[in-house]
């Protein structure tokens, strides 16, 4: 899409960051790399104490803005980067996560064919700390009214995907600054009860699993999006109330399913039994799917049962047999 240079950018990036040193140089590279370029580029360092800003100065484009601030939380830096965007459409990108070229392109592409649309989103798949390919995401397509879809299971998966008009993240207040994570669930939430959604059936975004992100820290994940649902249920009508025990049974599964990457240990192991066990309770399809449920049983008891560099061994060449 060849766009012709206006005053204002039509589309702001917004870019949180806290001691990204080792990734953020990366993720700004695979914004400027994009096929569409009439963007500002917004990065919000949220007090980083590392060599993030020694990184991010040394590049060279007059696209890209930088404000500092004391350190507080990605929420608060997501809500300080929607202030200063100016575009008409509004997309983040978290200081770790990828876009490929044509993401912003043909995302844009989509809401402009669809005008009564308000959020475009598209695939991901996972990538480890050196950025090699992990796992396929969800690669789930639903369009118009994905409300009911975006209550039983976030398909959107993380807060890099979207681009929003502006005008609907304005109108919804931003973030939620009071949630300690899952803010970015909440938010699609949010737009979703109000506004249609657009699907670009492709992957674009890279996700990257990493031990120190904020979403390995699984428990508070699970006091954060515990608290999102009931807020979520409670100002849904009557008619989807039936459908929050499969909205916990899919929360469980997720958990269950990080708890058991790589790095393995047994901290985790035991979270992910605990997981699993809530997610059985609640999943009204249990036998359906009791191959699954095995299959991460026995990678619990092999972490719990198996000295360290065995339990490791045989769960990376499983891994890598499957991916």
């Not at 006091?223 to 249920?233: E, I, M, Q, S, T």
């Not at 990457?261 to 192991?269: C, L, M, T």
Request: hydrophobic share 40%; glycine share 2%; aromatic share 10%.
């Amino acid at each position: 899409m060849n766009q012709e240079k206006s005053p204002s950018p039509l589309i702001s990036v917004v870019i949180p960051v806290f001691n990204g040193e080792k990734t953020i140089k990366e993720t700004i590279v695979s914004v400027l790399h994009q096929t569409f370029d009439n963007f500002e580029l917004i990065i919000i360092n949220d007090g980083s104490e590392d060599s993030t800003l020694d990184v991010i100065s040394q590049i060279d484009d007059s696209r890209v803005k930088v404000f500092s601030y004391s350190h507080t939380n990605a929420n608060i830096s997501r809500n300080r980067g929607l202030y200063y965007s100016s575009g008409e459409y509004v997309s983040f990108l978290d200081a770790d996560d990828l876009w490929l070229p044509e993401k912003l392109n043909s995302q844009l592409l989509a809401l402009q064919q669809n005008a009564n649309a308000m959020v475009a989103y598209s695939w991901t798949d996972y990538i480890d700390e050196c950025s090699q390919f992990v796992v396929s995401g969800t690669h789930t397509t639903v369009n118009g009214n994905v409300y009911e879809k975006l209550l039983v299971s976030n398909f959107l998966e993380n807060g890099s995907n979207p681009l929003i008009r502006r005008e609907a993240l304005i109108a919804l207040g931003g973030f939620d600054e009071s949630l300690p994570a899952a803010q970015d669930w909440d938010m699609w939430l949010r737009l979703a009860h109000k506004y249609n959604f657009v699907a670009v059936p492709s992957v674009q975004v890279l996700y990257r699993i990493s031990a120190n992100s904020l979403s390995s820290n699984l428990t508070r994940q699970e006091k954060a999006c515990l608290l999102l649902l009931n807020k979520a249920y409670n100002n849904s009508p009557a008619s989807k109330q039936s459908f929050r025990k499969q909205s916990l049974a899919n929360l469980y599964k997720y958990l269950s399913c990080r708890a058991l990457e790589q790095p393995f240990n047994r901290h985790k192991s035991k979270a992910a039994a605990i997981f699993l066990m809530k997610y059985v309770i609640y999943n009204s399809s249990r036998f359906k799917y009791a191959k699954m449920t095995l299959i991460m049983l026995i990678k619990i008891l092999l972490i719990l049962l198996l000295p360290k560099i065995l339990y490791t061994a045989v769960l990376t060449s499983a891994n890598r047999k499957l991916n």
